[in-house]
């Protein structure tokens, strides 16, 4: 069986190249050309010898792959259709990568997941249950293969999925990026979100520096279980409760999504509720406006009612912004995000 190499930490290659009696250093110069060099040809690594050239040839790839299909938004942003082939199923899933350029920076939101298992009630990809976990190779790929690649600024873990709930090929991922063997970002230009699965996240904070956006939404346990069914296994205040034991005055950064829903979470209740919750936590809060969709019954807060919640927040000491919207006529914000030819037979 042919093995795809992208994707592969160095401790794995050099496993690889030592079963295959190749040097154990092969597998330094194979992360140069896959991760630094961006090469996917064995051919044009001239510093392998032939012999290992021609092996690899017969017995791997560099399972590098474009995007099937794009779509750009007036403002920029750019949504990127992938084809991830299922091996369970047989059928062709489709993920979507959102490219976002700003001013100074140029952000990748990347899928970890085909659906989600966390069921949250007004996102899109949540609707459409979960159809398997995607490799560390199948996340890389998004990064790697897009034609802005190089000049990405920050990488969001935003997209499809929960990324705690696929905690081994997130972190095989953040090794990639952040090794000096690899692209060697630094922790402080990747944000990873979660809904809250407190295990993962106590090891994400444990094992990583990446900065940690937690999707709260509602500070009410019972209105938030409404609308967030993982609520119930995961309360949002547990989730605070481990934070607090962390150290947030230096680089590393948590912040809170807040999706605003008209008539749902965003009057002054829940805002003096949220400033209760949050109280003495180094952290920031993120409004977003929800891009309303046929899909779902949710409706976006106007910008007044944003306005306010935002002022009532900052005059309470919580950092606060509304953050722009970005790509509302291709649908490319948080919880629209749908793969929308996902399950074509092929
Ligand atoms: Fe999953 Fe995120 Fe959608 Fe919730 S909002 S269902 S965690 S993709």
């Not at 021609?54 to 792959?65: D, M, N, P, Q």
């Not at 444990?206 to 009410?220: C, G, I, K, M, R």
């Not at 002054?268 to 949220?274: D, E, G, N, S």
């Amino acid at each position: 069986m042919v093995r795809d190499l992208f994707g592969l930490t160095l401790a794995e290659l050099q496993e690889f190249c030592l079963a295959e009696g190749f040097p154990k250093f092969t597998a330094k110069q194979l992360c140069d050309w896959m991760y630094c060099k961006r090469v996917t040809d064995f051919d044009l690594m001239t510093n392998l010898s032939l012999k290992i050239r021609g092996r690899l040839k017969e017995i791997a790839t560099v399972g590098r792959y474009d995007a099937t299909d794009v779509q750009v938004s007036v403002d920029g942003t750019k949504k990127y259709l992938f084809s991830i082939f299922n091996l369970q199923s047989s059928i062709n899933n489709y993920i979507e990568s959102v490219y976002i350029p700003a001013d100074d920076r140029a952000t990748l939101c990347v899928s970890c997941q085909v659906g989600c298992r966390m069921g949250c009630r007004f996102c899109v990809t949540g609707q459409q249950g979960f159809h398997g976990n995607l490799s560390a190779s199948q996340i890389l790929n998004q990064i790697f293969s897009i034609p802005e690649s190089t000049t990405l600024t920050n990488i969001v873990f935003m997209g499809m999925g929960e990324p705690l709930d696929n905690y081994d090929a997130i972190l095989q991922t953040l090794e990639v990026l952040t090794s000096d063997w690899g692209l060697a970002w630094s922790p402080h230009r990747i944000t990873v979100s979660t809904v809250g699965v407190t295990p993962m996240l106590q090891r994400l904070l444990d094992e990583t520096q990446v900065h940690v956006a937690v999707s709260l939404h509602n500070p009410f346990p019972d209105e938030r279980g409404e609308m967030m069914p993982m609520e119930k296994a995961y309360p949002v205040a547990k989730t605070i409760d481990l934070l607090r034991q962390y150290d947030w005055s230096g680089q590393r950064r948590i912040s809170f999504e807040y999706t605003m829903f008209r008539g749902i979470n965003d009057d002054r209740r829940h805002a003096a509720a949220l400033v209760q919750l949050l109280k003495g936590l180094n952290c920031r809060v993120n409004l977003i406006r929800f891009h309303s969709s046929p899909d779902t019954p949710y409706r976006s807060s106007d910008g007044g009612t944003m306005t306010q919640f935002r002022d009532y927040l900052s005059s309470h000491g919580i950092t606060c912004t509304i953050r722009a919207s970005r790509g509302e006529d291709i649908m490319a914000a948080c919880g629209l995000l749908a793969g929308k030819t996902a399950q074509k037979d092929v």
